[in-house]
């Protein structure tokens, strides 16, 4: 076994079980049958990344269940069925604290489960909280401002080029060529269409024009430390210039990836990140994002504390591979660390799934 793995088997009360791991997830094939469109669908998982992450649990030595999305999950709970841990992915459908609710439900129930808890899933859905805490914090973010309705354009005092996107959707979701923008008057239509599109307010902040990157952690708190950094470029002839849901749909034509180099910028990068990640108190692993402002600076962008896992198509294990860590491994990381918040009760939580 190796050093980062955890043990399959956890003794309780003198004998010896199968720790089994609950799978809760969102399948992009169950919400594209239910007549919802394929950019609704994009933050949600593919039937390769669950087996994928199943096949990497059982190969650590856990038993597994797939348990499937939040009502799913809530249905077994009400029937009586319970998990060692629950590896939980889902993103849920509606509202902005739509993360969390699969973490509350975990805790009403007291089993434990991967990555963060409902106050930091409902907090970095939002894009517009999230910066505040982070300003608070004194790290860098970009100036910005919130239009609920149009005519909060009007006393936006922000420094044109400006860059809006929906206040709390992921994937790059309602980002596109017009997303950069440099008058007033274009700001306002823009707003419009993407309140009316999305019926949610509108992050309206000041453009970052330089190098963009993102940075995964592992580990929670004091604990938490960084695996590595990738930077991206977006190719000319991409739908937009800025990473927009269109341009991440079509990545293998649209951006080239490649790792950060070793400097004194990679260290503030970094160090932007891992700040960031510990002032959000995001557990086990996520990806922070980052851009240069026009002085070269560092900026926080946004945090992704339910990061894709993908095996070779997500960032995390992207970065993982880069860094050496095999895909398994880094599953057994997350594991570990979630495993880890429970000290012994992570043997006798619960009934396990019969």
């Known amino acids: 076994m190796s050093k980062t793995s955890h043990p399959a088997a956890c003794e309780s009360r003198g004998r010896n079980h199968l720790v089994t791991?609950?799978?809760?997830?969102?399948?992009?094939?169950?919400?594209?049958?239910?007549?919802?469109?394929?950019?609704?669908?994009?933050?949600?998982d593919s039937v390769a990344t669950i087996a994928a992450l199943e096949r990497a649990l059982r190969s650590l030595g856990y038993g597994t269940e797939r348990i499937g999305n939040g009502l799913a999950l809530a249905g077994q709970l009400a029937a009586g069925k319970r998990w060692d841990l629950v590896f939980n992915i889902a993103e849920g459908l509606h509202g902005r604290s739509r993360e969390a609710q699969v973490p509350a439900l975990l805790e009403m129930y007291g089993?434990?489960?991967?990555?963060?808890?409902?106050?930091?899933?409902?907090?970095?859905?939002?894009?517009?909280?999230?910066?505040?805490?982070?300003?608070?914090?004194?790290?860098?973010?970009?100036?910005?401002?919130?239009?609920?309705?149009?005519?909060?354009?009007?006393?936006?005092?922000?420094?044109?080029?400006?860059?809006?996107?929906?206040?709390?959707?992921?994937?790059?979701?309602?980002?596109?060529?017009?997303?950069?923008?440099?008058?007033?008057?274009?700001?306002?239509?823009?707003?419009?269409?993407?309140?009316?599109?999305?019926?949610?307010?509108?992050?309206?902040?000041?453009?970052?024009?330089?190098?963009?990157?993102?940075t995964a952690i592992l580990g929670t708190g004091h604990e938490a430390r960084v695996l590595g950094t990738i930077e991206f470029t977006i190719r000319a002839n991409a739908p937009s210039q800025d990473y927009s849901y269109e341009v991440k749909e079509q990545c293998e034509q649209c951006v080239d990836y490649f790792p950060m180099s070793h400097s004194d910028l990679r260290d503030q990068v970094e160090t932007l990140a891992l700040g960031a990640y510990r002032v959000l108190e995001c557990r086990d692993t996520g990806r922070v994002d980052i851009r240069l402002d026009a002085q070269g600076r560092p900026a926080f962008i946004e945090i992704n504390p339910l990061p894709g896992l993908h095996p070779t198509h997500s960032d995390l294990p992207m970065i993982a591979t880069q860094e050496g860590m095999a895909y398994e491994e880094l599953i057994g990381r997350i594991v570990q660390s979630a495993l880890a918040r429970q000290e012994s009760a992570s043997c006798h939580v619960g009934k396990r799934a019969s």
């Not at 992009?28 to 933050?43: I, M, N, P, S």
């Not at 019926?199 to 000041?206: C, F, Q, R, S, Y």
């Open 111 to 214: 089993i434990p489960y991967t990555f963060s808890d409902p106050l930091v899933c409902a907090l970095t859905l939002d894009k517009a909280m999230t910066k505040r805490v982070i300003q608070s914090a004194g790290l860098h973010t970009p100036r910005f401002g919130v239009v609920t309705s149009p005519g909060d354009v009007e006393s936006l005092q922000l420094q044109f080029p400006l860059f809006a996107k929906p206040l709390a959707e992921g994937t790059g979701k309602g980002v596109d060529k017009d997303s950069r923008i440099e008058s007033s008057s274009v700001l306002k239509k823009v707003c419009v269409r993407l309140l009316e599109r999305f019926a949610e307010p509108v992050l309206v902040e000041e453009y970052l024009p330089g190098r963009e990157f993102t």
């Open 21 to 44: 791991v609950g799978l809760v997830y969102d399948l992009r094939d169950d919400y594209l049958a239910q007549g919802l469109t394929e950019e609704q669908v994009a933050e949600f």
